[in-house]
């Protein structure tokens, strides 16, 4: 989808136990202090077709139902938040977006490209894909320490199944891989030098 804005639009994806939140917080606040009006936001969204994901993911509907509700609350959410914060020129932080529904959803069997094809129909590409990367032995070490029952997404199989979706799209011109072995601050360092970048030739 073409965009006709002056806004920055991040993203921020990767499997579980690679601190995607905490690096979603750190940026925003980073930017913030630079000056920028961020708007800070995820997916599944917090509107009425996002909070019906959530309160189903410990009950998981069927894959057709569930697919079918991520495309409705991305609808709603590029129309109602995302594009008017791009216009608005807001630089806008996303934790999660289409990509982790090729990852999760096509675990589930559905075809990544294809999912691709339709979120990107009517969906924005970013401006900046961060990609945050481990290894699955490391994810899985951190989900541990976490204290957290694995779930069917946080298993070996699906988790290196994600990874591998997640880097299909590493040589898009948007995309930027970040090693997620280095202590947070480092990582945190990294990624708001290369927001910066980006915001100083927008």
């Not at 594009?83 to 020129?89: F, I, N, Q, T, V």
């Not at 979120?119 to 994810?139: C, G, H, K, Q, S």
């Not at 694995?150 to 994600?162: I, K, M, T, V």
């Amino acid at each position: 989808m073409q965009r006709n804005d002056f806004g920055l639009f991040i993203v921020i994806e990767g499997i579980d136990g690679t601190g995607k939140s905490t690096q979603c917080q750190k940026l925003a606040a980073a930017l913030e202090k630079e000056g920028h009006t961020v708007l800070l936001d995820r997916e599944p969204s917090d509107g009425p077709f996002g909070k019906q994901l959530r309160e189903s993911f410990n009950n998981r509907l069927a894959p057709e139902a569930e697919l079918e509700l991520f495309h409705k609350d991305r609808k709603q959410h590029v129309d109602d938040v995302i594009l008017p914060a791009l216009e608005r020129g807001e630089v806008v932080i996303l934790d999660r977006y289409y990509f982790s529904t090729m990852a999760y959803q096509g675990a589930r069997g559905f075809d990544p490209i294809e999912l691709r094809k339709t979120n990107e129909a009517f969906a924005p590409t970013p401006d900046i894909l961060f990609i945050l990367d481990l290894p699955v032995e490391n994810a899985l070490e951190r989900i541990g320490v976490r204290g957290d029952t694995a779930n069917e997404f946080e298993q070996r199989d699906a988790l290196q199944f994600c990874r591998d979706i997640f880097l299909s799209v590493k040589d898009e011109p948007y995309a930027k891989v970040i090693d997620s072995k280095p202590d947070m601050e480092t990582i945190h360092q990294n990624m708001l030098e290369w927001a910066k970048s980006r915001l100083r030739t927008n």
